[in-house]
């Protein structure tokens, strides 16, 4: 196969180093790897030692000099092939994944890659059948997140203006679309509108679906994957203020604060009250909405002492009864605080 210069840079840019690395069998965790040489390591270099450099499609040991490079070299040292062998390999892998049928990413990728709540108990059933596209959704989310900006202008005023600053918005990976048309393109360019529509960030008719609602609130697990995201929308006169991914709500916001330690933890209506009592200072975590809480989620409250700050509104209301019915069914010890009518948790703090 003879391929000129250019093509060759555009085919390098059109797959993901990750994507690539996982093709090949190395199964990369948060983009490490075990070195192409690990005999030259102690244990087989069981903790891996080898980083994929998602944003450059580069990779490269910590331990030895010579292995480092782009896509087309991974591709040579792991099959140990010719530059020529590599790229066709490198074309094949990249024409297929274009027409990759989305349930390509139907089954587990691996074990390491199976749902991992951050929560405990039987929550481990659920984790062997999970959702037809869930580990693309954590890979879609993966690459709008690392190509997000960092919080700054109107996002950063509207924060502000909840009292919510940046050392919450760093300690929470909060962040904000930049260029809607740039993160639109780049997306399409990593995957096939069939998985953008999947993963739920894609309409039917294509498009990505948060083109005024450019602030970024991602549910991490304790591992740092995005497993779910809300985005929200910083002017008033859009509506809704909030959209959800489409499909199954899989942990609930901040659910690293559910470590299994004996403690007292707040359960807030929606991210940005959640934000606000983490602000403070307070462990909280949060639901997406007063009637999300998810029975499943119960066992990952185990050892806490759960405090429900709903809003003080009809809904919020019938959704903590609901709630603490779900906890206490579970043997967890809940309690409501019940705030002045009408106000939530962030204004109760002053945001406005
Ligand atoms: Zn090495």
């Given at each position: ?310 809003d003080s509104d009809e809904a919020g209301r ?24 009408g ?10």
């Amino acid at each position: 196969m003879r391929l000129s210069k250019d093509e060759i840079e555009r085919l390098k840019e059109s797959v993901n180093i990750a994507d690539v690395a996982r093709h090949l069998g190395m199964n990369p965790v948060m983009e490490r790897v075990r070195c192409l040489f690990p005999e030259r390591h102690s244990h087989g270099d069981r903790t891996p030692s080898m980083t994929l450099n998602t944003k450059n499609n580069t990779f490269k040991c910590w331990v030895c000099d010579d292995v480092f490079g782009d896509v087309i070299s991974l591709v040579q040292m792991n099959k140990k092939c010719t530059f020529p062998e590599a790229l066709e390999w490198l074309a094949r892998f990249a024409g297929s994944k274009i027409k990759a049928p989305p349930k390509s990413y139907a089954q587990p990728l691996d074990p390491v890659e199976a749902p991992e709540l951050g929560l405990g108990g039987n929550l481990k059933t659920q984790a062997a059948k999970p959702e037809l596209n869930f580990n693309l959704r954590t890979q879609v989310l993966k690459v709008l997140i690392e190509n997000s900006d960092d919080i700054s202008g109107a996002c950063s005023k509207y924060l502000g203006k909840r009292k919510i600053f940046k050392k919450t918005w760093d300690l929470m990976g909060l962040k904000q679309i930049g260029d809607y048309q740039k993160m639109s393109d780049l997306l399409k360019r990593r995957f096939t509108e069939q998985e953008l529509q999947d993963s739920g960030l894609f309409n039917e008719s294509g498009h990505l679906r948060f083109y005024r609602h450019l602030l970024l609130l991602p549910y991490y697990n304790s591992k740092g994957d995005p497993l779910y995201l809300q985005a929200r929308a910083i002017e008033p006169e859009v509506q809704p203020k909030e959209l959800s991914l489409k499909g199954r709500i899989t942990i609930p916001y901040n659910s690293s604060a559910l470590n299994q330690k004996p403690g007292v933890v707040y359960l807030c209506e929606g991210v940005i009250d959640t934000l606000t009592l983490i602000e403070k200072g307070f462990s909280a975590v949060g639901v997406p909405g007063a009637k999300n809480f998810k029975p499943e989620w119960a066992p990952g409250f185990k050892n806490k002492k759960v405090f429900l700050v709903f809003d003080s509104d009809e809904a919020g209301r019938e959704g903590a009864i609901k709630t603490i019915q779900i906890l206490k069914d579970a043997g967890i010890d809940a309690d409501n605080l019940s705030l002045p009518e009408g106000m939530d948790i962030n204004s109760w703090f002053g945001g406005s």
